[in-house]
T-cell receptor, first 115, second 111 residues
Framework: DTGVSQNPRHKITKRGQNVTFRCDPISEHNRLYWYRQTLGQGPEFLTY????????KSRLLSDRFSAERPKGSFSTLEIQRTEQGDSAMYLC?????????????FGPGTRLTVL | DQQVKQNSPSLSVQEGRISILNCDYTNSMFDYFLWYKKYPAEGPTFLISISSIKDKNEDGRFTVFLNKSAKHLSLHIVPSQPGDSAVYFCAATFGNEKLTFGTGTRLTIIP
């Protein structure tokens, strides 16, 4: 196991289409996070899971966005009816359960371009 | 509302010298701080972290200093190497869940 993986790495879509991204966390990491990064900005929190439970969602996560982690392992992030403003790098991170000192490890990201 | 700020978008440092990257925060509830390094087309890579109960943490060439009264932290890299050229993000968290990131500082090490 070498780290968090994300697929696809790049996605180009037309406005109005639906897209789905996948994240595979580090084995045995029970917490999984989604972030979005736009040009010139730092990553912004979208949502996170503890096992299969989605515990928090950001205001950035509009009704067009849905995330799942059905078996507490991999997660998917779906964007419906994509808009040009959805163009960004979507990052996934995972960490083990624990207190302060547990670090979030990031995957390589999925770059979405909406035409 | 930018709770974590990195006011220097870029920094150039001669190879072998010290690089100092700065970060300010406004939320006094933050209890854990991290620095990540990011290369183009890659995800952020964890560098070093510090708990709010400490004022310094060191790991090899990297040292993070925390000044709680000033709500300021800094990352020192000594000596700077060409491979350190990247974008550096400061991040903060409360309760060790979601991270709040700054906008990043692009560090360029000049050979």
């Amino acid at each position: 196991d070498t780290g968090v993986s994300q697929n696809p790495r790049h996605k180009i879509t037309k406005r109005g289409q639906n897209v789905t991204f996948r994240c595979d966390p580090i084995s045995e990491h029970n917490r999984l996070y989604w972030y979005r990064q736009t040009l010139g900005q730092g990553p912004e929190f979208l949502t996170y899971f503890q096992n299969e439970a989605q515990l928090e969602k950001s205001r950035l996560l509009s009704d067009r966005f849905s995330a799942e982690r059905p078996k507490g392992s991999f997660s998917t992030l779906e964007i419906q009816r994509t808009e040009q403003g959805d163009s960004a790098m979507y990052l996934c991170a995972s960490r083990t359960r624990g207190g302060a000192g547990d670090t979030q490890y990031f995957g390589p990201g999925t770059r979405l371009t909406v035409l | 509302d930018q709770q974590v700020k990195q006011n220097s978008p870029s920094l150039s440092v001669q190879e072998g010298r010290i690089s100092i990257l700065n970060c300010d925060y406004t939320n006094s509830m933050f209890d854990y701080f991290l620095w990540y390094k990011k290369y183009p087309a890659e995800g952020p890579t964890f560098l070093i972290s510090i708990s709010s109960i400490k004022d310094k943490n060191e790991d090899g060439r990297f040292t993070v200093f925390l000044n709680k009264s000033a709500k300021h932290l800094s990352l020192h890299i000594v000596p700077s190497q060409p491979g350190d050229s990247a974008v550096y993000f400061c991040a903060a968290t409360f309760g060790n869940e979601k991270l709040t990131f700054g906008t990043g500082t692009r560090l360029t090490i000049i050979p």
